[in-house]
């Protein structure tokens, strides 16, 4: 463990290179407010940025940085592509959409950018995707990189798995599932949470009392866990019915996680039941359908529609994990948790060939990169609702 | 004193009755298993007298109250049944009897302890560097620093554990081989090399779990910043440095232990996945080991161990939310 001397060394030199930059710009500035009561801190910080800065295009000129200069590359890439977008959302439209895209942060736009390139390439993956999910090719094992003498196959950008199938389109069709099962396991879980939430809120007296502990005993038990133990039954359940499994999952977590939704409706609900027009509402006689669907749930639309956004967060990265653990979504269907799982190994050989290396990080990265945007767009959105406030 | 004391009491006990029902509760799923596991065992080609011979072994033929309290009893003594899947049926089609069966308590004692000390590696590294992050992020809010962190915490919450387990694997162990990315763990191995072999799993959840701890406290502190005592302490003329150390961060102690102790509750879940993917002998691979075999009383008593840590920790966060509010330990 001869790293922590080095990590301290290079502290150390840190810390005297910012009070260097501090001393050096008080005697060139004659002290000047900016540098006179600079905190040391902040003088760290841009000696810590300075150094990071030159760490990195050290580490870009490295020939072993692969990984590094895509990772930087993609990152660009994205983020030019995503403040483009933002011009083009400021340019046309309607005066309130170029008004929304004018408000917009970066990362925002960035987000919602991700989550439109997915969803066209979830619905129309049958025709992005150069061969089927299911097809199996004669040449197993081709590597990735499109080169005959490397290994490659021109037809096979990134290559065929063990027995046979391309990548490519099983990384297509892996929006289709993961990303199409986690967006109806979501609705699934809204419609069942929402609607006892609500109902919940609205009726109160033991049907209130009767759901909240009965959520409360499913909320204290870890959810990952308890998906687990539910996919043991389920499987025997199913027996050798894989696609039944699926649907067993999707129920599954649908029920998990409406407890959580259920929490937050009842909590939203209550709130606004106390309020006069529903008192109004409820003088004219109008039925319970009405007080949920016409008075509650266009008051409540703002928490749930963030809600929902986090909340599909956590059904797909839980989604992902199962299939990870073997439990989840079911060969043959492609998925990016499955197909992390069976590309693990390649990881191994990320000195001599980086591109077989970055193939099981291309799909668990698929997986981060849809998450980290619908956090993007939730962040902003929650930020935009509570500064309204203010 | 003794109000708090009542209060704590209060929450203990509504704690072993949640844990109570949640035992009830996880019985009754496993017992909504099809077909039975005599069955199961044996396949199709079992003689009906083999079948009762391992139903009255392991008490299936009990009416499922009287099972469950068997059960319960059991558990509560540290007996946890015998595993199905290392179980020796031999006996049972007409073989010699030979070998003990496993149970499950030898089965999970010492992966459990592993488990425990790769929870507890994490909380040491995760929990002063969350905290420290999570006051400068206060500190300089609002600047370069803190918006830098802000996208880092929120890739990294957001971000499936296998994924950042693999990058990490990727520069820490492939390219610039450093650490291990296999945690053969043995019995009687040394400290240090146990905690080199410990240090990749540790540091994917450390990644995980600082992000939401870091996010809290910056949280936590910010909103208290805004209050007359802390204005009045700034107009004091001290640091904004010792303003937050020494003002803010008392009193926002009770949000912040809170968030502590229900990551560390995360931590239970997390450990599962993060196991698997560097092969860590602790409890939650071989959960999910059980889960494919389907060896239902390793699952069952893997599920009750997680939920009684999960609620075990959030009963400390209640409680010590409360020891840390001085108007609730000195009562007028």
């Known amino acids: 463990m001869s790293v922590i ?13 910012g009070w260097v930059f501090r001393l050096a710009g008080q005697r060139v500035t004659h002290n000047k ?3 006179r009561d600079m905190p040391f801190g902040v003088a760290f910080g841009y000696a810590l940025a300075a150094g990071a800065l030159l760490g990195g295009i050290w580490l870009w000129f490295q020939p072993g940085a692969a990984f590094f200069r895509w990772a930087i590359q993609g990152v660009v890439a994205l983020a030019i592509v995503a403040w483009l977008f933002r011009l083009l959302g400021r340019a046309v439209g309607t005066f309130g959409t170029r008004k929304l895209f004018r408000e917009m942060p970066l990362t925002a736009s960035f987000g919602i950018l991700v989550i439109l390139i997915y969803a066209v390439l979830a619905i129309f993956a049958g025709a992005i995707a150069p061969h089927g999910q299911e097809e199996v090719f004669a040449r197993v094992n081709i590597l990735p990189g499109g080169n005959p003498e490397t290994g490659g196959d021109p037809a096979f950008p990134l290559g065929t798995d063990q027995i046979g199938r391309d990548l490519l389109s099983r990384l297509i069709y892996g929006a289709q599932n993961t990303v199409g099962i986690a967006f109806v396991t979501t609705c699934l879980a809204f419609l069942l949470g929402g609607t006892l939430g609500f109902l919940a809120a609205t009726l109160q007296g033991w049907l209130d009392q009767v759901l909240s502990r009965a959520v409360d005993v499913l909320m204290a038990i870890p959810s990952l866990i308890f998906a687990l133990l539910l996919m043991t039954i389920a499987s025997a359940w199913a027996g050798s019915e894989k696609w039944l499994l699926t649907v067993y999952m999707i129920v599954i977590i649908a029920v998990i996680d409406s407890t959580r939704v259920f929490r937050l409706a009842r909590a939203v609900g209550l709130n ?3 309020m006069d027009y529903i008192e109004a509402a409820k003088l004219r006689g109008e039925g319970l359908g009405y007080l949920i669907f016409k008075e509650i749930l266009p008051n409540a639309y703002a928490p749930l529609l963030a809600e ?3 909340r599909f967060c956590f059904v797909f990265l839980t989604i992902a994990s199962l299939s990870f653990l073997g439990v989840g979504i079911q060969p043959p269907l492609a998925d990016w948790g499955t197909m992390v799982r069976d590309l693990s190994q390649f990881i191994n050989f990320a000195a001599f060939s980086p591109l077989t290396a970055a193939l099981p990080l291309l799909a668990a990265g698929a997986i981060a990169l849809l998450t980290v945007a619908v956090n993007f767009v939730v962040d902003w959105m929650l930020h935009r609702t509570s500064g309204l406030k203010d | 004193m003794s109000s708090v004391f009542r209060i704590i009491l209060q929450r203990i006990a509504l704690g072993v009755l949640t844990l109570f029902i949640v035992s009830i509760v996880i019985f009754t799923a496993v017992n909504m298993l099809p077909g039975d596991f005599a069955q199961a065992i044996l396949g199709q080609a079992a003689t009906p007298e083999a079948i009762a011979a391992i139903r009255q ?16 009893a059991g558990a509560v003594q540290g007996d946890l049944g015998s595993s199905f899947a290392q179980a020796n049926f031999a006996s049972f089609v007409g073989e010699s009897t030979g070998g003990g069966e496993v149970t499950v308590a030898t089965q999970i004692a010492p992966r459990f302890a592993n ?4 929870a507890g590696v994490t909380a040491c590294i995760a929990v002063p560097f969350s905290i420290f992050l999570g006051v400068l992020a206060a500190l300089y809010r609002n600047s370069a620093f803190d918006k830098a962190a802000n996208v880092f915490t929120l890739s990294s919450i957001s971000s499936p554990e296998f994924f950042l387990a693999y990058v990490l694997i990727l ?3 492939v390219l610039n081989p450093v650490l291990p990315s296999l945690s053969n763990i043995y019995e009687g191995m040394g400290f240090g090399e146990r905690l080199q072999k410990t240090l990749l799993p540790a540091l994917t959840l450390t990644l995980v779990v600082t992000a939401h701890m870091m996010r809290m406290t910056r949280a936590a502190i910010i909103n208290l910043l805004a209050s007359p005592y802390i204005e009045m302490a700034r107009l004091k003329g001290i640091s904004p440095l010792r303003v937050i150390v020494r003002h803010a961060l008392p009193n926002a102690l009770a949000p912040i232990i809170n968030v502590v102790a229900l990551n560390l509750a995360y931590l239970i879940t997390g450990v599962v996945v993060v196991e698997v993917v560097f092969v860590y002998p602790g409890i939650g691979q071989l959960f999910v080991d059980g889960v494919k075999n389907r060896d239902i009383p390793l699952v069952q008593a893997c599920c009750l161990i997680f939920a009684a840590a999960y609620i075990l920790l959030n009963l400390t966060a209640d409680i010590m939310s409360l020891l840390s509010n001085p108007r609730l330990r ?3």
């Open chain 1, 272 to 274: 606004i039941v106390v």
């Open chain 2, 330 to 332: 000195h009562p007028k």
């Open chain 2, 171 to 173: 520069f820490l162990a």
């Open chain 1, 308 to 310: 929902f956004g986090l």
């Open chain 1, 5 to 17: 001397p080095w990590i301290l060394l290079v502290v150390l030199a840190l810390g005297f290179a």
């Open chain 1, 33 to 35: 407010p900016d540098f």
């Open chain 2, 115 to 118: 488990t425990m000390f790769l």
């Open chain 2, 57 to 72: 072994d392991l008490g299936l033929d009990q009416p499922p109250v009287s099972r469950y309290i068997t059960w319960l």
